[in-house]
């Protein structure tokens, strides 16, 4: 499967955003799938995942709150939502794909990724 990652941009802290995954082939809704970021210097870092049919999701910790994971098998589309933005969410969002159960890791399929900036 084959994953594009977009609508990051420049936004000032207090917004909100959606981020977008949009899978090709046909076996997008038997993948769990997730998104991860990487802050510039750091280590990609898990944010969430979500079943693949969407009953069950699970976040990092620091992540409970402000970011919502979503898919629409239909759109073979998977979405992250973030509210109340906040500089340190700056970084660059991936999505991933991967066969079986949720998890944090073990991601087979992976997105290009997409920037976020967030400014105060």
């Known amino acids: 499967v084959q994953l594009q990652a977009f609508g990051g941009g420049s936004l000032q802290a207090g917004g909100s955003l959606r981020l977008s995954c949009e899978a090709s082939?046909?076996?997008?809704?038997?993948?769990?799938m997730g998104w991860f970021r990487q802050v510039s210097g750091k280590e990609r870092e898990f944010v969430a995942a979500?079943?693949?049919?969407?009953?069950?999701?699970y976040y990092t910790d620091s992540m409970k709150g402000r970011f919502t994971i979503s898919r629409d098998n239909a759109k073979n589309t998977v979405y992250l939502q973030i509210n109340s933005l906040k500089p340190e969410d700056t970084a660059v969002y991936y999505c991933?794909?991967?066969?079986?159960?949720?998890?944090?890791?073990?991601?087979?399929?992976w997105g290009q990724g997409t920037l976020v900036t967030v400014s105060s």
């Open positions: 979500i079943s693949w049919n969407g009953v069950h999701s």
């Open positions: 991933a794909g991967k066969r079986g159960v949720i998890a944090t890791q073990g991601y087979e399929y």
């Open positions: 082939g046909r076996t997008f809704s038997s993948y769990a």
